[in-house]
Structure formats: C-alpha cells, structure tokens
C-alpha cells in the first residue's frame, strides 16, 4: 500500500461521523478486513447476551404464554420496526418470517393469481440464482413464460430494458433493487411506474438494499418486495426474511401456504381457512422468534444512525475502494465490473481477474474475508456501519500482494 | 388433592430412572406446573450459554467462513440426529429447515406431482389446522378433491377408516401420526401399507409425537414426513421444521420452491435450476442456523435418555394423569377426550369440560400452565423428561379447585 493510500484511508476514518459505532460490533480476532458484511453481517456486541436472557427468562420463564404476551405480535412489530426504519414503508405492510426464497414464492404466486390471463414473467439474467430458479419452477407450473433481460456485466436493469418488454401480457416483474454482483441500484420508482402502467404488479427483492441504500416502498408506489435480514440488517446465518405487501392490495392477494398462522383466528382451528386482513395473511407457520433477535438490534442501532448517514458512508466506502482498486489492482489487470456512478452503485463493489478464483482461500487464510462470485468476481462488501476505512486498504491491499506478490 | 394420590405422586417421582434429567432444564420462578410441554418445551439450561457462544465465536468469529466449515452441512446433519434418535430414520433422508407449514406444503406438492392422474387427497377432519387449511389451498389450486375421514373426539384415524377410502384415484394421505387434540396415536405401519398397495404415497406429520412416542418411518416404508421441532424437541418458539423423504423416493420427487439452496452446486449459480441429490433437494432458502442450535442439545439429551425409556415415562404420566382426572375431576364432570388404551395414546391427554374456556387465565395466573382448544378442552401435555408426577397432581389439583373451588 502506498503512504498516500494510507494517510488517506486514516483520514477517512477520522472523518467518519459513525465511526464509533464499529465498536458496538463483536471483534473477530483473526479478521483483518471483513469484506462480506454483504453476504453476512456481524453480530452487535449485545445481541449474544439478549439471546441468551431470552432463552432463559423468554421462553424459559414465560414459556407458552409468551406467545400472546408478546410473541405473536412480534412478525407484524418487527416488520414494522423494518419499514420504518430502512424501507420507507408505513406501517402493517411489512411482515418477518421464512425465508427470503419462500417469501418470494408466496408474493410471487400471490401476484400472478391477481393477474389472471396474463401469461408474462419479467426477470433478468443478473438476478440472484434464487429468484431466477423460483420463477422458473413457477413459470414451468403455472405455464408461464419468462421474459429474461439481459443487463451487462457491470451494469443492472434499466426502465428503458423494462418499457421495451412490459404490456397486456405481463403479470409480474421481479428484479432485485440492487444486484447481487454488479451491485447495480435499479431505478425502482421509475420501474414501478411503467410496470403499473402496463396493468402488471413488482416485486422487488431488497436483499442487496437493506440496511444499506434509501430504499421507498410507499413513495416508489411498490406492490411487493421481500428481502434478506442477515446481510446488511445482521440477524446471523439464515435468519428470517421479511415482505412487504402495499396495504391497498392487502385484501386482493392471497398466498398459496395457507397455514395456521396466517389465518383470521388461527385459535379459532375452524374447519375453513379464512385468511387474516393484512399483511398477516402472509404468514404460513409458527414465526421463529430466536431468529428474530439480532435483527432487532441491528435495526435500532441503524436508526440511532439514520439512513442518509449511513447511506453517506456506504457511497464514501464504495468511492474509496474504487480509488484504491484503481491504484492498486487495475495495474494488475483487475476489472471494475460495478457501476462507476455512486448514484446508482449498492453498498459493494465486485472485482474482477481470471486469477480471483484461486484467491479465496488464501486471502481467508490471512483474514482477508471477501467472497467470490464466479466466473472470476471478488465482491467486496461494505457493510456502513462495521466497516473501515482502513479496513478496506488492508484488505484490497492484501489482493494485491496475493495477486502480484508482496 | 387426596393424601393417596399426593403419596402416589411422591411414589411415581421417587421410582423415576429419568427424574434427575429434570435438572436440565431452565427453571420457570412462578411456574407450578408446566402442562404444555406438547406446545412449547422447556429450554435445556446450557442452551442458553451455548447459543450465545454461537453468536460471539461461530457467527461473529468465523464470520462467512462458518458457511463452508459447517453451517451448510447443519440441516442435514442435525436432520441425521433427529432421524437416529427420535424418527427411525437412516442417515440421509431428514433435513431441518422452513416451518412445519411450509415442509408439509413441500412435501405433498411433490408427493402429488408424482401421482399424475390421481386427484384424491386424503385427511381428516381432527388433523391440525394447517394440515387442513393447507390441503384444501393445494386442492383449490390443482383442482383436486379432499376425502375428509371424521374420527370420534377421544380417537383417531385407524387403519380401517383408511383401507375404505383409499383405491385408484388416491394421490395422496396425510394424516397426523398422534392427533393434536384426542392424543389418538394411529397406526401408521398399516396404513403406511395400505396407502402403498392402492398406489398412493403417504405423508405423516409427526409434529406431536417426535420426541415422545417410537416413530420408525423406515421400518414402516413411510413416504414422506414433517414435523415440528419446538414440542418434545424443546427448539423454542418457531424453532425450524424437519421433513423426511425416504431415499427411495428422492430422485423422483420434486418440491416447487426451487431456491438456491436446494440447487445441486448452490455456488455454482448456473443459469438452471438442478435439484440437489437426496434430500437436499427440499432445501430451498438459506437454513435457519441460530434457530438449529436449541434442538440439538435436545436430541443429544433424548439420547442420552434413551427413546424407549422416554416413552415409558411418558405412558407413565398419561396414566397418571387419568388416574386423577378420573378421581379428581370426573365428578365435577369432566370428561376424558383420549384413548384410554396407553397403546395408542401419545404424550398428552385432552380434558373437557364447558368451563374450561375460562380458566385457563386463572390456572395461568396461579402457574399452572396447560393449553386449551375450544370449543372446552384442556390439553394436559406432559413432556417426559421435563414433567414430574407431582407436578402433574398440582396442576391437576388446581384445576379441581377453579372448577369446583378450594
């Protein structure tokens, strides 16, 4: 690293209004630079206590009356928390439970039934396996047919790929606000515009956004979204997703899991299903309160933040790490495969050499944590409010030295 | 309650081979009797410790390393577990993941693709809400018809109920192996048989009897099952489910939420989706590690117990627990809603009563903590390593007194 670099990363730090707030973060002896908060957030210091007190005295203490002490209640008030929070969203739009994949599946279905006749499913190329492989299941069920853009490698979708392909057939489009390796940030609003004046219903999926980037359900007009809590949100590994169904289509759609929990009553145990007003109707089984835990702590700490500050330090992480690729890496033949524009970049960047795939393990050895996204892509995640300045130098450092030699 | 049944209680404790294992457990302050084991088991008291743990040196230690070094093994692993010691199961067919709900909604949408022309499911009408609420959504949805069988309130389905309904057009049976409200355990070797020999597939849920009672879905030749981990598995609210799916079956069957991690090479992120190899295949979000943590201290203590000893004890309990309803309490006029015969009873009794629906907030106020499903019955759950007898005379005792007073 060069001593500019270096005095510049240390003043960036020094600079940094949320600087402080990497200490409320559990240390990780051996990580140098975590560069896939993206992918897996780091748990705040509290949260291992808060579990554990709720394991004893919780479920320990109030064992089956916490759920209508407090339980139950608790899919609707942490969404809620979420929206307000980091989706731009009012309140009972916004429910956690499941997972990211089969919340996609009940919103997509649910979508598709409130379009009946019209045959089209809008996606693209670039979207996280999950969603590409779900709608094909679906598709392939209902005997749909996909409409799959094609953006370019450090790009995304734009309205433009978008007007060209919506019309009287398209039921549904589903596209990731942010991309999962380009990091491109779609222009959601203009998207849910044209998507609405075509007759159709959006789904965004806001794994790559939470917690990161402004995010306006209710002003960008959304129909559905759904998204990932154990990246930028930090609920752990495989904790619970979340969805968001806009309150005027609350009655119309309806989800294909009918189970106890998204019923009217689910202790009324009636002979028929009758699905609960709002967005409860959503809910399938019991909601995994465990799972629930660590989010909450991420989203009161993301607000005591505020979004535009943390969103300030996400663009100046990802500026940053451009620079020092640029110094650094580009000499070596290392690509930017994401947007330059901060305006329309997520909170990571992904790098790209055909030796990267050989990198990993190495870099992991040394405590140098990005991940890799074939065919040859680093993405380097940039997590606001755990992440350095410094951090980022040592690491994109580190990648240089594998690559090139010390 | 009776000086006899106050030494008899002492008696049953004293001769108990398990009574030291209900040290284990974290202790509720002002509960007197926990009676809804069935509904929400108790945490075992290094859990709490041990999740925390998890989340300063497994999550936030290792980070997203932890992906590779363990955690995408978990869901079958612990599944392995759950298989050996409490289902009967060889390794490779048991996956931990998703809710009940959603497993079951899996697990019948393969079995019903994989009965093309079949257009008969059938159930019962005392099977838990969501089993119902499920089928008829899946029945709506494929244009199948639901044959409901109508078992007595103190009993179940038995194998002759089954062999009347079952013929050429069955594409599917789901049925509850112990019956959430009568207790009613079923015989599901036979009709496991009798489902195979008209052609159809099986799927149990086994949500109240894991953990409890013998389960042996390889010995029966079950098809396909699911049930809930936070009953006698103690996995705590909304802990994941498990599902089975009997190797012989795997390759043929596909479930439609076609996530990423149910993908044959998740990381590979090609541009198709390629079912996993065995059960992996019913994967399809991100597993729910946090919540897995809690269950497997519980496998490891059924274990360590020993399931037939486990089931003794919990005959025992039921027995008992009968025995002082019928003294105490059936002449204030309540009466018996489970079988009689300990041979096809599971781990709870069913108590009824017209008063019952209001005392459960007073019983819950003085610490003694049953469930109650309407329209007037008191479930008694006595999960067998967490429940003394003596316990089982104080609730009892209390409910006597709120019913006929002091």
Known sequence: MTDRLARRAAGLDDA????????????APDVVAYLDGNSLGRPIAGTAERVAAFVREG???????????????????LGDEIGRVALGAAAGQTLVGDSTTVLLYKAARAALAARPGRREIVLDAANFPTDRYLLAGIAAELGHRLVVLDPPADGGVTASMVAEVVGPCTALVLLSHVAFRSAYMTDAEAITR????????????????????????????ADLAAGCTYKYLNGGPGAPAFVYVASRLQAELRQPIQGWLGAADPFLMGERYEPAEGVGRFASGTPPILGMLPIADMVALLDEAGMPAVRAKSVALTEFALE???????????????????????????????????????????????????????RIGLSPLSTSFQEVLAGLSAVREELVGG
Chains 1, 2 share one sequence.
């Open 16 to 27: 940094d209004p949320l600087a402080q707030l990497r200490d409320r973060f559990v240390p």
């Open 324 to 378: 020092v690729a640029d110094e650094l890496l580009a000499p070596a033949g290392v690509r930017v495969e994401s947007p330059r524009d901060a305006a329309v970049r997520g909170s990571h960047v992904t790098l790209a050499h055909p030796a990267f795939a050989g990198l990993l393990q190495p870099l992991w050895a040394r405590g140098v944590v990005p991940d890799f996204r074939g065919p040859d892509g680093l």
């Open 59 to 77: 479920w320990g203490g109030r064992l089956i009356r916490g759920w209508d002490e407090r339980w139950l209640a608790e899919p609707e008030r």
């Open 194 to 221: 044209l998507t609405h004046e075509a007759g159709a219903l959006v789904l965004w999926d806001l794994s790559h956004s939470t917690g990161a980037v402004p995010v306006a359900l209710d002003a960008w007009g």
